[in-house]
């Protein structure tokens, strides 16, 4: 698929994405404007880490892709790199749609937001503060704070939360930031230390790709108050959410709970974990399934 660098302003920064553009072919008429899929990944993540695999799909059914990293991590610029501030994201997921409005062929009143994992969250917020977002896709989201928290075991909590402190004093002394892996095995200090991470994250990395694994420690603080789940209400379009019956970083649970108080909401669940839906047969379902929404609610053609 066609696919152009390009970068936005967010805040005093940038940020680098992928504009997947679909082909025309000679013998068909383009329409004039097309709907434009915005995309962004989760915690710690970058767009190399299979959101491709998504846009494809997205562009060779009609759809303009605006796939972005957020400030600090991946192509995108900030310093210290990989602070990972909610509130600086979700800066960048306006900031994306707003860019996503200018794109030649784009309509800006069919803009649509694509979240997943810690990005679904982030998308959920989104399309509930910007009545003009014309659909929304959180897979498999974050969506409680408290109760992604709670699945992490009490020493490694208490490890993190040690690291956290150590991490927001230190910034405002101007020190270099304190580290912690977004992912580990079990029993290590890691955000994410359930037994199917490690492989899960093996299967989304392409091979040979530099993408450090780690954040600015103090997002540990942050997370436990994080609650997009809430705005699931306040969102007037539709909204697909793809739910992994067994997710160990983002419970279920809350997000059913959530997802059923959206006016226009369509869940969908899976009989899969955290990282299955971005790989194989898991794969193949969803994406299905979200260009099924897509089709019925935000036509390409």
Request: charged share 20%.
């Amino acid at each position: 698929m066609p696919r152009t660098d390009v970068t936005f302003p967010s805040g005093t920064g940038s940020c680098a994405a992928w504009l997947y553009t679909p082909t025309v072919s000679e013998e068909s008429t383009a329409p004039a404007t097309r709907p434009i899929v915005v995309m962004a990944h989760g915690l710690g993540g970058v767009k190399e880490e299979r959101l491709d695999a998504f846009a494809e799909r997205f562009t060779a059914a009609g759809y303009l892709c605006l796939v972005f990293d957020y400030r600090h991590f991946g192509a995108s610029s900030g310093e210290p790199r990989r602070l990972l501030d909610i509130a600086r994201q979700r800066e960048d997921w306006k900031a994306a749609v707003a860019h996503a409005r200018t794109v030649d062929a784009a309509d800006p009143d069919r803009v649509v937001v694509w979240g997943t994992s810690f990005g679904g969250g982030h998308a959920i917020v989104t399309a509930a503060e910007d009545p003009r977002i014309a659909a929304a896709i959180a897979q498999c989201p974050f969506t409680d704070g408290l109760a992604s928290s709670t699945a992490v075991p009490p020493l490694t909590s208490l490890k993190l939360t040690v690291r956290a402190l150590a991490d927001a004093l230190g910034s405002r002394l101007g020190r270099a930031p304190v580290m912690v892996p977004t992912y580990g095995e079990p029993g290590s200090t890691a955000l994410m230390t359930a037994p199917d991470v490690v492989a899960g994250m093996a299967r989304l990395l392409p091979p040979g790709a530099d993408c450090p694994k780690d954040v600015a420690a103090r997002f540990a603080l942050d997370i436990i108050r994080d609650f997009p789940g809430r705005q699931a209400k306040n969102v007037a379009c539709p909204i697909f959410f793809a739910v992994c019956e067994r997710d160990s970083v983002a419970p279920p649970r809350p997000t059913q709970k959530y997802a059923s108080q959206a006016p226009k909401g369509e869940i969908r669940l899976y009989d899969a974990g955290h990282f299955d839906i971005y790989v194989g047969e898991d794969f193949e379902r969803n994406v299905t399934d979200q260009l099924d929404f897509l089709t019925r609610h935000v036509p390409a053609a």
